[in-house]
């Protein structure tokens, strides 16, 4: 039997480390971001004094050695996780000295460990317990009846153990003396950290994940029914499909398991238990249990299995799963809130929402080119009430009396009857120059019963306020859409099935990131996308808002510091990323902070000019070289980045303003012909592939093998959200409101499309796939095993362990 760590070694008086190595910390994060440790130092110190990652990544790049946005994020994350990891170092070494276990070779493996996993598997066997079954056997004196049948490979279990007879203890016979032999061994064995880190590769990587129905849940849970006989590898299984058995399971439908598969049913001994066996170094006459201590030792590591690693490691990797699950699912979540608030804006045009509806009428706002409201109505041109003709009149003195360049048209129920009001109105009253653009509405309703809303239009009525929303992102996605709960906009897969703290983390880190990389007009923006800025929150935002309201505008950015509790550090953080437009100095409305306007005037100094002569002049600092002007404070990078902004001050990151133009005379999925060919917008992007809007208030599916004619292993990789894109109607399930898509313009429905998958987006906004769940990207399925039993399941491995 090969040494182990986790046996309990001799009294140790190891040194134990008092506080964190951050030296330690440092180079593991350089080492998985594989950037260099003086980068990691910078940044971690920069973050401990409260700078924000915008404000890092934009204005302390000669500190960090150029660590992107997109490094800072992973640093960040991995900080806490590390951090974590060292200070339960340091808590188990202490632990397992003062219990004076700590051996050298012990301390070196808790020192090598770099997972907590490996971490706690280490401490394990010394770890505070419940009095377990095996303490109850050394207890009664059966630990030398263990470790003699272990050492001795001539041993008989059964003529040793009648000398460990003992009626205090109620070891009244051979039988209970081996079975309390057993329990410690087996004890020792599920706790040693080197065998349980054998066994989860071992499982990693040839582990199977079953899931059956629960008996008598066959029709209740029909919506699960594709996972009723399903297995697959543990390595393979994605996101999507874990989350879904793992719903399946939380409602009381399904049963996971974790097992193997084997060619022989019948294999004895178990893959698992032999390797056990192996580790332990039991010999050939386990194998045939030839022997009575064969035969014992054969029983021992059949209990190691079946009773303590089993449902231990069961437990664990669905645990794993749906942390991998959760982690890749806020991933897309992430990326897809990313695309749609960095959506082109339409820019400062008038704008006419309207927020659908059938019998409550459909709601309208104007709102002015700066956003405010202006004037609201309610029409009732459909049934019951059909007020067509009063309608279009009601619209059409909106339009000119507010000079209206735009329509927002939201696109929920009734929006394609809307848009064809709308049609009718730029044609009977020739609105030829009057666009309009089918918005998603998704929020709005969520936004119009927010505090938030009730504050901005305490006096408008509830209902009304969604179509000043729509209006709005139109307008300028971010500004808006930062006002609602990120999970309410609708973009993610599964969002509420998994951690909501990692999600809420994430997400506030997408907007902060959003917000900072466009910028703010503290002139115009509003306190919830003023708490967005690096360096604020909402007091602050309120703050700044309260001063604005009773001063008047800013006129430069050193008036911030008068408004109260916006102190120097603030200023620092916030400063560079907020705008003042038309203000004092011309730099202000630009990314240039503040701390290096000297830089600015030393450039001015040296071409002659005056600010207001070069900025926005792309010309004007040709022949001069960035380096002229760096000094020991400003390198470089940010040199290049002010000559950036001298001659593109204030550019926005964002793309130019597209709109998709869905087909006249196809409004609804009973309108759709297989072969069909429409554009459309991408309204959602899961693991599986990417819904789109065709304007039939239904969105269809692309799955990810149809979104190109090559491989494609991530659906970002060919579409983002708010994307146009082209699509032709594979299929269509007008009962089921099913719509399969493909951008494979040339495929032909019905014709090698049985890769195609169809899902829908519930009303929370998650995605579920209920076509065959299981093919593969190319179109195959997946080769599982419906009819055999689990292998994981405790009842098959009683079965298949006995004797």
Known sequence: MTESVSQRPENSSLDIPQEVDSSRIIQQLADELSVRANQVSAAVGLMDEGATVPFIARYRKEITGGLDDTVLRQLEVRLLYVRELEARRLAILESIHTQEKLSPALYSAI?????KQRLEDLYAPYKPKRRTRAQIAIE???EPLADAILADKNAVPEALAADYLNEEHKITDTKAALDGARDILAERFSEDADLLAQMREFLSTQGLLYSSVVEGKEEEG????????FSERLATLPSHRILAMLRGRQQGFLDLRLGLQVEDEEQTPHPCVARIADYLDLDAEFEAMASPRGK?????ARWTWRVKLLTAFESEFITQLRERAEEEAIKVFADNLKDLLLAAPAGPKSVLGLDPGIRTGVK?????????????ATIFPFEPRKDRQGSLNTLAALVAKHHIDLIAIGNGTASRETERLVNELIKDFNLNKVKKIVVSEAGASVYSASELAATEFPDLDVSLRGAVSIARRLQDPLAELVKIEPKAIGVGQYQHDVNQRELARSLDAVIEDCVNAVGVDVNTASAALLARVSGLNSTLAKNIVEWRDNHGAFNNRKQLLDVARFGPKTFEQAAGFLRIQQGDNPLDASAVHP??????ERILAKIQRDIKDIMGQTAALQGVSPTDFTDEKFGLPTVKDIFNELEKPGRDPRPEFKTANFQEGIESISDLIPGLVLEGVVSNVAAFGAFVDIGVGQDGLVHISALSDQFVKDPREVVRVGQTVKVKVMDVEVERNRINLSMRLDDEPGVGNNHHRSARSDSKGSSTNKGNPRGSHQGGQRQRRREAEPMGAMAAAFAKLKK
């Open 296 to 300: 014992w030792l054969a029983d021992v």
């Open 111 to 115: 020192m090598a460990a770099d997972t």
């Open 364 to 376: 309208v706002a104007a709102i002015d080119a700066t956003g405010k409201l202006l004037d609201t």
């Open 222 to 229: 029909d919506k699960f029914r594709d996972w009723y006989a």
């Open 595 to 600: 701390e290096a306007y000297p830089v600015v």
């Open 140 to 142: 009664a004196g059966l």
